[in-house]
């Protein structure tokens, strides 16, 4: 039998008595905040009487519609150390989506941001939001809003006692929910118990995982709207090191100045944060001196992009995961049998998914339910189990048949593994391109596609073709000095590419575009890409792939 339950509540107390001036700082509409971890700890007490005397007891959901601030992160141990359960909404959903999620979630109270307060009050909906109580804006006054009940969050805090007993809770208690981001249907509602999301903090901070290190200053980029912020605020306070917070609306600059001016070490966010940064410094000087790794996810990351990084001092940490897995699987780390490889071998390992970190398992199944060797070359669908992986969606019995093999979450990514354990995603299972009864992955594509000096950004669809099934179409975001004609630059790329791929490979179509289109998290979007352009007119006078 375990000793104790395990929670949440023991990070909060070793930060606070082992590490008490430690900074938690936030770039805010109001400028930057400062507090200590004895501070926070006072201030995440005064927001548990807080949302006590609201009313929330054990399960009710307490939901946020916030950028990364001080503010959310008291959030995030407050509302879970009391009983209930912190549900992020990401405020980037369509309007319809966001009432979903708040119907589904019965949500009790709602934290907003003064700047997210317009698409919230577009998505309001009386009946969507009655189970609302209490609407909470983020800051010291409350702009002109239509919300009521609504106060201010310091006023809301402000009056309450700095002590507070926390309970005893369960290791099973929900603790968390976040919801995946829709896009092939309703969003669907995972939760995260006290244990998943211990568990899940206790491996990011191996070395396998993330590493975290209380001498670290970790600046989580990937919204705390997203899973948790890849549970970056529970493992940087576990760990007792300095958070930094970059507030609403990030761009290049603001991040390359908090990187400066508090000596930020570890970083996360999707790719192209991290592209907008490199062509940021292409034009502006920069001390990135105290950076030592940028974790990246959300999307591949580009072999160029770990390359120029590399180039500049900084390590990319290639990691993968899922809102149903709390949600790291995997990290690209060397192992230490590889550390005197090639330089270009060690660029191909990390732009791998990785490695999958300790208390997780993983299968690789073909179409017929056989295990794929560990090649490299034989690929199926990922399966995966572990402490902190869910195994079934908040009221969503229809979902829970299809994704779930009993303990195992079925992923839908197609992947490799290669002798030494790295998994590489080929694709999403309904992205892969079947063309003459061989797989291209519109991924892999993408990735080299965007080593090209000219390409900014760049992602990959298959097209329907009557002789091959399907070919590849190249979307394409130039640079800004690069000027592209369209068929003279299809053969100057496919040249590029058959470098390292078969000409079969290559795209047969490449469209100038001025931005790929993005989901609400930041990848890709290949749905609304192909609902803004006909595809199936893009091959008419395209080339024979056969042809010499």
């Known amino acids: 039998m375990a000793g104790y339950d395990q929670t949440l509540k023991p990070f909060l107390w070793r930060a606070e008595r082992l590490h008490p001036q430690q900074e938690v700082v936030s770039r805010t509409h109001e400028g930057i905040v400062r507090n200590t971890y004895s501070e926070y700890a006072d201030r995440t007490r005064q927001l548990a009487n807080a949302l006590e005397e609201a009313g929330i007891e054990d399960g009710d959901r307490v939901g946020t519609f916030c950028w990364n601030h001080h503010r959310h992160a008291e959030v995030y141990f407050a509302a879970p150390n009391i009983g209930g359960q912190l549900h992020t909404i990401n405020p980037l959903l369509p309007p319809e989506h966001v009432q979903y999620i708040v119907q589904n979630a019965e949500d009790k109270v709602l934290f907003v941001d003064q700047s997210l307060l317009e698409p919230f009050e577009a998505a309001y909906d009386e009946e969507a939001f009655e189970t609302v109580e209490q609407f909470v804006v983020m800051g010291s006054d409350v702009p002109e809003t239509s919300l009521e009940p609504v106060t201010d969050y310091e006023s809301f805090v402000g009056a309450q006692d700095a002590e507070y007993d926390w309970p005893e809770l369960d290791e099973e208690n929900p603790a968390g929910m976040c919801y995946t981001s829709g896009t092939t249907g309703k969003p669907k509602g995972v939760e995260y118990t006290q244990k998943m999301l211990w ?93 030592e790794r940028i974790v990246i996810g959300g999307a591949a990351a580009p072999e160029s992009l770990i390359r120029q990084y590399d180039d500049l001092g900084v390590e990319v940490v290639h990691a993968w995961g899922m809102t149903e897995m709390s949600p790291i699987g995997t990290v690209a780390h060397l192992k230490a049998d590889l550390q005197d490889i090639s330089k270009e071998e060690q660029y191909k390992k990390q732009a791998k998914q990785g490695l999958v970190v300790p208390g997780l398992e993983f299968k690789v199944v073909d179409d017929d339910g056989n295990e794929v060797p560990w090649n490299g070359e034989d690929f199926g669908e990922l399966y995966i189990r ?163």
Not at 212 to 224: C, K, L, N, S, T
Not at 257 to 275: F, K, R, Y
Not at 447 to 476: C, L, Y
């Open 199 to 291: 568990a899940h903090t206790m491996a990011t901070l191996t070395p396998q995982g993330l590493g975290i290190e209380e001498d670290d200053v970790v600046m989580p980029v990937v919204p705390m709207f997203h899973v948790n912020a890849w549970g970056l605020p529970f493992s940087t306070t576990a760990a007792g090191a300095k958070h930094v917070y970059p507030g609403p609306s990030p761009d290049p600059a603001d991040l390359v100045q908090l990187i400066e001016e508090e000596g930020v070490t570890m970083t996360a966010g999707v790719p192209t944060v991290w592209l907008g940064v490199l062509e940021y410094l292409q034009e502006n000087d920069a001390d990135l001196s105290s950076l």
């Open 386 to 548: 572990g402490p902190w992986v869910t195994d079934s969606y908040f009221k969503r019995p229809d979902a829970n048949e299809s994704d779930f093999e009993g303990s195992w979450l079925k992923t839908g990514d197609v992947v490799t593994v290669d002798e030494d354990g790295y998994i590489k995603i080929v694709d999403r299972a309904k992205d892969v391109i079947k063309s003459g009864g061989e797989w291209i992955s519109s991924q892999e594509l993408e990735n080299a596609i965007m080593a090209h000096d000219d390409v900014s950004e760049a992602t990959v669809v298959g097209a329907p073709h009557e002789k091959w099934q399907e070919r590849p179409v190249a979307f394409v975001v130039p640079t800004d000095d690069a000027a592209i004609d369209e068929d003279a630059f299809l053969e100057e790329l496919n040249e590029f590419l058959m470098e390292d791929y078969p000409k079969w490979w290559t795209p047969d179509s490449v469209v100038h575009i001025d931005e790929v289109p993005k989901t609400a998290t930041g990848k890709f979007d290949k749905k609304t890409l192909r609902e803004q352009h006909d595809i199936e007119s893009l091959l008419d006078d395209a080339p024979d792939p056969d042809a010499e």
